[in-house]
């Protein structure tokens, strides 16, 4: 009951895989939607329905493999970030930070969750650093990443969204409306 796979998920699965599509139009069909349903789901399952996923993933395209996906420089730029940050480069971290990449590539927004300790700020964080810095490179395929810090909880919700005077006809934005607006003309 954790999952979504409605129609709205299905909707954003296809328009994933047309993007896929045309960044490699050499796979088949089917590699590129195996590939694009992979890179939306697996960092969203848990570990013990993983492979209850991939055995489904199995029976739905017998015989077709994930081609392999070079992350070349973003995975450099991750592995230096890591080290900079003066943690160890394990190819679990580093598949972590790949898989947030897919899901924000995938999706609008997203939330981290896990257990106090277990990386989470580490791999946004990384995630960030990384492609700020093929940004600043010059690679034009990746963009600027800036945050905004927001506690919902201090402040009200017309605060929080903007609200609408009755009393003088006049709206104010809230935080939220102008952190948007912000990073939108940024």
Known sequence: DHYDFGLRALTSLLRYAGRKRRVRPDL?????????????????????????FNGIMQDLFPGVDTPPVDYGKLREHIEQELRLSGLQVTPFTVTKVIQLYETKSSRHSCMIVGRTCSGKTTTWRCLQAALSALYRSGDTNYNLVRDFPLNPKAVSL?????EYD???????????????RTACAG
């Open 28 to 52: 088949s069909d089917e590699e590129i939607l195996l590939m694009s349903m992979k890179d939306m789901n697996i960092a969203k399952l848990t570990s013990v329905d993983l492979p209850l």
């Open 158 to 162: 017309g605060e929080l969204y903007g």
């Open 166 to 180: 009755l009393a003088t006809n006049e709206w104010t934005d809230g935080v939220l409306s102008s952190l948007m």
